[in-house]
């Protein structure tokens, strides 16, 4: 079972409001020649977007949901929701919790990626919620390749307005059953949640922990993860957490784990 890493102190979530200057953190490109093919070019598709695989310990039933590979000093993160990677309140960390990118009808064309250790805030583990449903994995190399040097990783903004353009990649079952990547794209704005923004998508299951994208180029597959999926509400709106400088913190302590 993968390690738990140290939650950082956040408790409570935030109003969907910027904590300091707005930032970034650059994508990056893979440094390992691709034996992945092409990309298909009737959908928006990125190396740098999986689908993830787990149990759930508190009923032993296997889930599915989305992530994306970050750039970090580490080479070997992925960042998706916190549901993702731990129950909640009154819940534990998930089991035999596997990545693979460019997930396509059972294709994997970089192989599977394990978890080695796990990340999340104390308030989504104690108290679920919505705004700190970010979860952050490390994963081990596969074959001596860490994860962003085989498929490239995201970059990383924080600290953005409420409403910005993004593009959403994820596995949503409600399109293609979940087996090829989806996208929506449009300004996001207040969610629905405290400490969320939101983005009429209506996405469904298996989408959570796909990300919301600033600056998505679609000849490379890369942006800038400014959310992730994390809940649709009776309405048709998608949620994410808002992207503060507690979500930046979070991911400079896993970055560097190897």
């Not at 994820?170 to 629905?192: F, H, K, L, N, V």
Request: proline share 8%; with cysteine; glycine share 14%.
């Amino acid at each position: 079972m993968p390690e738990p890493g140290t939650p950082p102190a956040a408790s409570a979530a935030p109003a969907a409001v910027p904590t300091g200057e707005a930032g970034r953190i650059e994508p990056v490109a893979p440094t390992v020649p691709s034996q992945a093919g092409t990309r298909a070019p009737l959908i928006t598709e990125s190396a740098e977007v999986g689908k993830v695989f787990f149990t759930d310990p508190s009923d032993g039933k296997d889930y599915v949901c989305s992530g994306s590979a970050l750039n970090s000093p580490s080479k070997q993160m992925v960042i998706t929701a916190g549901s993702c990677v731990h129950g909640g309140q009154g819940r534990t960390w998930m089991t035999n919790w596997t990545y693979a990118p460019r997930y396509r009808s059972g294709d994997r064309p970089f192989g599977t990626f394990a978890a080695k250790q796990f990340r999340t805030f104390n308030a989504w583990m104690d108290s679920s919620a919505p705004g700190r449903d970010v979860g952050l994995v490390t994963t081990w190399p596969l074959n001596g390749t860490r994860l962003v040097d085989a498929t490239g990783g995201q970059g990383l903004s924080w600290n953005y307005p409420q409403k910005v353009d993004v593009t959403i990649l994820d596995y949503s079952t409600d399109r293609s059953g979940g087996e090829i990547q989806q996208w929506c794209t449009g300004p996001t704005a207040q969610g629905y949640f405290s400490g969320t923004i939101g983005i009429y998508c209506m996405f469904g299951g298996r989408a959570s922990g796909g990300p919301w994208l600033q600056q998505f180029d679609d000849s490379s597959g890369i942006g800038y993860v400014n959310g992730v999926m994390s809940a649709i509400d009776c309405s048709g709106w998608n949620q994410s957490p808002y992207f503060d400088s507690a979500v930046k913190s979070m991911v400079d302590a896993q970055g560097s784990v190897t």
